[in-house]
C-alpha cells in the first residue's frame, strides 16, 4: 500500500507594524484597513495589562509579500482619524536594556555580611536574613 506524500509548501507570511492608532480602534477596523491590499492573516492591537485601553499601535500580518509591500506603501503615512499612520516591517523584538536581570556588564554590590553589627531591623539590603 502506498502513502500519497503532500507537498509542503511553506506559508510566507509579512507582518507589518501599524504605529499611531487611533486609541479607540478594534482589530477588526484595523483588518478593514488593510483587506484592499490583499489577505489578511491575523490582527493584533497592544493594550496595556493593566487598564486594557489601547498603546495605539498594532500589528498585521499579510499572506504575501506584494501585498503586505502594497500596503506599507499606500498606507505609511495616511491620516486616519487626525493621526498619520506609521507603516512598516515589523521586526523581532531585540533584547533590550536591563529586562532579563542583567545588569549590562555594571558591577553588582550586594550587601549582606554576615558579620554585621546592626541589629536595628532596618534593611540595608539582605543582612542576616532580613529584607
Known amino acids: 500500500m502506498e502513502t500519497a506524500e503532500k507537498e509542503i509548501v511553506p506559508v510566507l507570511t509579512k ?3 501599524i504605529g499611531s ?6 482589530v477588526e477596523q484595523l483588518e478593514d484597513l488593510f ?3 490583499g489577505r489578511v492573516t491575523s490582527t493584533a492591537i497592544v493594550s496595556d495589562q493593566m487598564t486594557k485601553k489601547s498603546k495605539g499601535f498594532g500589528f498585521v500580518e499579510m499572506e504575501t509579500e506584494e501585498s503586505a509591500t502594497k500596503a506599507m506603501t499606500e498606507l505609511n503615512g495616511k491620516e486616519v ?6 507603516v512598516r516591517e515589523a521586526k523581532p523584538n531585540a533584547e533590550r536594556g536591563n529586562r532579563d536581570g ?3 556588564g555594571r ?6 555580611d ?5 541589629i536595628s531591623g532596618r534593611s540595608y539590603g539582605n ?3 532580613w529584607w
Open 81 to 86: 482619524e487626525g493621526r498619520p499612520l506609521s
Open 114 to 118: 554576615p558579620n554585621s553589627t546592626d
Open 21 to 26: 492608532l487611533p486609541y479607540s480602534w478594534s
Open 102 to 104: 542583567g545588569n549590562n
Open 15 to 17: 507582518k507589518l507594524y
Open 35 to 37: 483587506k484592499p491590499f
Open 127 to 129: 543582612r542576616n536574613g
Open 107 to 112: 558591577q553588582r554590590y550586594e550587601y549582606n
